[in-house]
């Protein structure tokens, strides 16, 4: 079983994708913490975030210590916006496209795997069992992002987080390689008006509807 999980920042795709994946005991992959942790390695090796070389993307990618995806320092502001500027970058897109589809493939535990991203329903994974595309009010995803990052200690200011969400939302919709959008076949869900539980149980719900086998 293989789900796929796309959406824009901070509507709550990543919560989501977790909370499926322990409910069956499922394998989780976070994809967008490849492309932080591509933009983490790049800033550390100086790289100007107003000139991208991609010469230099591509080989970070490349040789990729995904160790960097599950370390706090990847979860800055500064980082995602670099990480929105590399993702558009097609091969390394390329580079890590492999990676993302034999996770799925062939996910540790044997059972099922969830992806979440903002390509996996229509890119990555086209023929995914099930696609869900998660979204919510700009207004709403720049709150709880600027929550989210005061919470981890860091200094921010909510018109800062909204005007960098805007300008990220624009590059992730209208970028010409695997632009955000969701799947002709997702199933869309607005989390503008919903808590993380209330995601999870309509997720459910539709899970059930689809594989009832997987309840």
Known sequence: MIIAIDGSAAS?????AKRVAAEFGYDYLDTGALYRAVAFSLLNAGA???????????????TLNLLLTQTAEIR???VAALASIVAAIGPVRAELLSLQRAFAA????????????????????????????????????????????????????????????TARDDRDRTRLVAPLKAADDAIT?????????????????????VCPSEQ
């Not at 994974?125 to 929550?147: C, E, H, V």
């Not at 869900?189 to 509807?209: F, G, P, Q, Y």
Request: charged share 30%; proline share 3%; hydrophobic share 40%.
């Open 12 to 16: 709550g795709k990543g919560t989501l």
């Open 48 to 62: 100007n975030s107003n000139k991208i070389d991609e010469k230099q993307a591509v080989n970070a990618a490349s």
């Open 76 to 78: 800055t502001d500064k």
């Open 106 to 165: 062939a996910p540790p535990s044997g059972r099922g795997a969830v992806l979440d991203g903002r390509d996996i329903g229509t890119i990555v994974l086209p023929n995914a069992d099930l696609k869900f595309f998660i979204d919510a009010d700009l207004d709403i995803r720049a709150k709880r992002r600027t929550k989210e990052l005061l919470q981890a200690e860091q200094s921010v200011m909510f018109r800062d987080v909204l005007a960098e969400m």
């Open 189 to 209: 869900i607005d989390t503008s008006k919903m808590d993380a539980s209330e995601v999870l149980a309509l997720a459910l719900s539709h899970i059930n509807r």
